[in-house]
């Protein structure tokens, strides 16, 4: 799912303002990021553990923290108010994927990083900013959600306007070349050492773009 938009004219008063684009914004449903809704009393696993939204995104801020390994400054998107053992939860979930993803066997299946995210959707998500060139993302405009009953998933995709040359800085003009390598650590997060899994991550990277 990636939110709906449509072209739409717009007239104020009988004057004719022009074009603009009406869009979803990023919200729980089953029509839009599926996920179970969540309520105060879901204090307890399986209920705590989803779902939530959280991303990497400009402010205002609702409920902001910053991951233990790489210092990634995230936030809650959904619910937009949760309790202190909801929002400890989900740091301390995202703060043991990230131990994980650092750790001497971090490409192990059952204690590494595979069983912390989707990594197909990661790899989607990458495979998407950079065939259309989205020069916000990574170091803005991600978003991530997690079920109550499954892993990390990198989705939706979002705020697109700036891509395929509609960006005149961080070589986003130039259709030739990766955007990922001009950006510091600090504003690529996680995939610097996904990358190093060279028999899993890189692996299936390389079959996905095949694939498509």
């Known amino acids: 799912y990636a939110p709906r938009v449509r072209f739409c004219e ?9 074009v603009y684009v009406l869009s979803e914004k990023i919200k729980r449903d089953g029509d839009r990021v599926d996920l179970v809704q969540m309520g105060a009393a879901d204090l ?3 209920e705590i ?7 990497k995104d400009k402010s205002p801020s609702s409920q902001p923290w910053s991951t233990a390994t ?6 809650m998107h959904h619910p937009q108010s949760v309790n202190s053992a909801q929002f400890n939860y989900l740091r301390g979930h995202v703060n043991q994927f990230e131990a ?8 192990n299946l059952e204690t590494g990083y595979p069983a912390f995210i989707d990594v197909l959707s990661f790899i989607d998500n990458h495979l998407f900013v950079e065939t259309f060139k989205e020069i916000d993302v990574y170091r803005i405009s991600a978003y991530f959600a997690k079920p109550r009953y499954g892993k990390i998933r990198s989705l939706p995709v979002w705020d697109y306007n700036l891509s395929l040359g509609n960006a005149n800085y961080l070589n986003g003009g130039n259709p030739v070349g990766w955007y990922y ?8 997060p996680w995939y610097a050492r996904l990358f190093q899994d060279t028999r899993g991550f890189r692996a ?3 079959e996905r773009w095949r694939q498509l």
């Open 10 to 18: 717009v007239v104020l008063n009988k004057a004719y303002i022009g």
């Open 44 to 46: 307890r696993a399986p």
């Open 49 to 55: 553990s989803g779902g939530y939204i959280f991303k």
């Open 70 to 75: 790489e210092g990634i400054p995230l936030d």
């Open 100 to 107: 994980a993803l650092h750790s001497a066997d971090f490409e």
């Open 181 to 188: 390598p001009q950006l510091g650590a600090g504003d690529y």
């Open 204 to 206: 299936m990277y390389s």
